[in-house]
């Protein structure tokens, strides 16, 4: 009988904070800018600059600990994790090991036999790293010191993960909790939500864990489950084989679909830590966790029930729009406005929803005002547009939040309300079209929809599409 296998995943997950400075000095975080242009001798490690910590960094850290159910430690410090790379500048990093902000915390996920909770090992508090470019083309590595000093949380669960799609639940439920909490945009594509999946493999039934490895940096979902998916069957076979699973760093190919070794697993030994002598304990005081807890936003699942009870969208419109905090507040806001959720969430579900798919944006990336979407609603509802008209002019107000109301008086966009008018290009469209007529005539109902297109092009889009209609059959 051949034997069943048991996959344990655990995993280290780095959230690069949105805090407007760095953690240790007051050079900007922003994503992007000339290489090396965010930078000082703090960040860049110059002899003699000394670190501040950055108070929001402790702030942010508390947030997501207490949204994760941790104990915060009272009395906390800084150490130094000395390591070298091209990208660290001081060769060593300013991380927590012995005394990390949050401990022994848990997160809840739904999985096919019901809620599961994850064990939270730790958060801790550290600096980012710089980046490493490399350039074929001149057989040469550059270096670019503008993300090293952005400060991280580094949140290391427990090995109770079993699955891609638990590690996948467990990551979408720390995004929302950083996202709802305005920590970070936690943007993979950016690099600022990465993942080390640290998998090993036994008998199922055993209590025993196997060898683990550990892969590293993983910036999607996707990867992040091939990754599992192929560390999984590679350490299977490794086993059936009679052969040993090494304990090391291993990189996810995503091209290739494999993973090859980067270097054998360090232990904590290995980078001789030791508390960082520049910067003074970090003591928290009740006061100030419950500060923080006062501030605790509405989480999704909250926000969801409050949904269905207050504003009676479908689930379906819940589910989307509150998985992204940004939308939601939109959603909120412009209902409180024009007090019509069914209308506003159809525009966010259907058109908002295909312009980020077509831009290949991000929720967290829409720039238009709930007030401007309101206003949009109100003009159709009013009869000032049409809804053809509506879906042009929020076309623009996705790119550019104009106030559409202006918008319709500066481009003359008004509906064309005056009968005698309407008429009268109704009359034209029906002597232009004597072949639609009779197709009309002869049975053929649908030939009215190219008279009607007909019409609506002549007057440019304004005219009433149900009067309109109603003219044209009454005409005929």
């Known amino acids: 009988m051949a034997k069943e296998y048991e996959t344990v995943i655990g995993l280290e997950v780095h959230i690069e904070l949105s805090t407007k400075t760095k953690i240790f000095c007051g050079c900007s975080t922003a994503f992007g800018g000339d290489p090396n242009t965010h930078t000082c001798p703090v960040c860049t490690g110059m002899p003699g600059s000394l670190p501040v910590l950055n108070r ?37 990093q300013i991380s927590q090991l012995y005394l990390p902000i949050c401990r022994n915390g848990y997160v809840e996920i739904e999985t096919l036999d019901g809620v599961k909770k994850v064990g939270i090992h730790e958060i ?11 350039d074929e083309w001149a057989d040469a590595s550059l270096v670019d010191y503008n993300r090293s000093g952005v400060p991280l949380i580094e949140i290391v669960s427990e090995p109770d993960m079993r699955s ?56 999607s979902f996707t990867s992040i489950t091939h990754a599992i998916q192929g560390e999984t069957e590679r350490q299977i076979d490794l086993i059936e084989e009679g052969k040993a699973v090494v304990q090391e760093t291993r990189r996810w ?58 504003y009676g969208i479908p689930d379906y ?43 290949v944006m991000d929720p ?24 053809p008209v509506a879906k042009q002019i929020f076309e623009v107000m996705f790119e550019e ?44 109902e649908k030939a009215i929809g190219f008279l009607v297109g007909q019409v609506m092009k002549a007057s440019r889009g304004k005219a009433d599409p149900g009067t309109v209609n109603a003219l044209l059959k009454e005409m005929l």
């Open 364 to 387: 967290e990336d829409i720039r238009f005002s709930p007030e401007h979407l309101a206003a949009l609603i109100e003009l159709v509802d009013t009869k000032v547009i049409n809804q």
């Open 164 to 219: 891609a799609k638990e590690v996948i639940a467990y990551l979408e439920k720390l995004k929302m909790f950083a996202q709802y909490l305005g920590i970070s945009d936690c943007k993979l594509q950016e690099g600022s939500m990465r993942a080390d999946v640290n998998l090993s493999i036994r008998e199922k039934g055993s209590a025993e864990y196997g060898t683990r490895t550990e892969m590293k940096n993983l910036n």
């Open 253 to 310: 190919d995503d091209t290739k679909a494999e993973s090859y070794a980067m270097r054998s697993k360090e232990d904590a030994q290995d980078y001789r830590y030791f508390p960082d002598p520049d910067l003074i304990p970090v003591d928290i005081s009740d006061e100030w966790i419950e500060r923080i807890r006062s501030k605790q936003p509405e989480f999704r699942p909250e926000k969801m029930e409050r949904y269905r009870k207050e």
């Open 56 to 92: 929001s960094v402790v702030e942010y850290a508390m947030a997501m600990g207490l949204a994760t159910h941790c104990d915060i430690t009272r009395h906390g410090k800084f150490d130094r994790k000395n390591y070298f790379y091209p990208d660290n500048p001081q060769n060593y």
């Open 124 to 134: 801790h508090m550290e600096e980012d790293a710089g980046k490493l470019i490399h």
């Open 401 to 444: 939040d104009v106030d559409p109301k202006q918008y319709v008086e500066d481009h003359g966009l008004k509906q064309e309300s005056d009968e005698g008018a309407i008429r009268a290009i109704c009359e034209k469209a029906i002597s232009e079209n004597p072949q639609s007529v009779a197709d009309y005539k002869a049975g053929k």
């Open 317 to 359: 419109d819940i589910e989307i729009i509150t998985g992204s905090k940004h939308m939601a507040d939109i959603f909120e806001a412009a209902t409180a406005i024009c007090d019509q959720p069914k209308k506003v969430s159809n525009w966010l579900m259907v058109e908002t929803m295909r312009l980020l798919k077509e831009k």
